[in-house]
T-cell receptor, first 110, second 112 residues
Framework: GQNIDQPTEMTATEGAIVQINCTYQ??????LFWYQQHAGEAPTFLSYNVLDGLEEKGRFSSFLSRSKGYSYLLLKELQMKDSASYLC???????????FGKGTTLSVSS | DTGVSQDPRHKITKRGQNVTFRCDPI?????LYWYRQTLGQGPEFLTY????????KSRLLSDRFSAERPKGSFSTLEIQRTEQGDSAMYLC??????????FGQGTRLTVV
């Protein structure tokens, strides 16, 4: 079977750095995605990792270790607008669907 | 292309009625996904198509749910004999192969 785990909730203050972890067990691996979802809106794509290492995109970075089945999303210089749910999703074995974790709700306070 | 569009945005129906939702993906995308999402949860996979072929269907999906993508373009999701537990946001997403998926705004279903 397939399983994706992330913390349910996290809190942080403006200007801080936060790391959201994701662990996965899947049959095969064809990429890991991070999405952001604000309340009442559709998920929007943030980052993609298919090889081990760090991908940086502005204030957001994502890391992948395939051998450990582990990824994290790093958000720097937090802003109030970063308060949202962050979803980890994995493409497993070729020909299988994109599967999501339950999401991590991040609350940023001033 | 304006992205993935879903219709209707909201649907209220009485228990026992049938409902059908439509999704128009990004035109060059060959994969189309349907997900269901309830408050505080991540998107739950329902089914997906590669072109017109339905390649995978969640084991959680009862036989009241059916989806089609007749010409490999738009897709419909039908729920027969709706139940209150079907109340949720139904999300459609599309992608080109295993590249990032783009989501529509969803159809919010309320069964009363």
């Amino acid at each position: 079977g397939q399983n994706i785990d992330q913390p349910t909730e996290m809190t942080a203050t403006e200007g801080a750095i936060v790391q959201i972890n994701c662990t996965y067990q899947t049959s095969g691996f064809n990429g890991l995605f991070w999405y952001q979802q604000h309340a009442g809106e559709a998920p929007t794509f943030l980052s993609y990792n298919v090889l081990d290492g760090l991908e940086e995109k502005g204030r957001f970075s994502s890391f992948l270790s395939r051998s450990k089945g582990y990824s994290y999303l790093l958000l720097k210089e937090l802003q109030m607008k970063d308060s949202a749910s962050y979803l980890c999703a994995v493409n497993g074995q070729a020909g299988t669907a994109l599967i999501f974790g339950k999401g991590t709700t991040l609350s940023v306070s001033s | 292309d304006t992205g993935v569009s879903q219709d209707p945005r909201h649907k209220i129906t009485k228990r026992g009625q049938n409902v059908t939702f439509r999704c128009d993906p990004i035109s060059e995308h060959n994969r189309l996904y349907w997900y269901r999402q309830t408050l505080g949860q991540g998107p739950e996979f329902l089914t997906y198509f590669q072109n017109e072929a339905q390649l995978e269907k969640s084991r959680l999906l009862s036989d009241r749910f059916s989806a089609e993508r007749p010409k490999g373009s738009f897709s419909t999701l039908e729920i027969q004999r709706t139940e209150q537990g079907d109340s949720a946001m139904y999300l459609c997403a599309s992608s080109f192969n295993t590249a990032e998926a783009f989501f529509g705004q969803g159809t919010r279903l309320t069964v009363v």
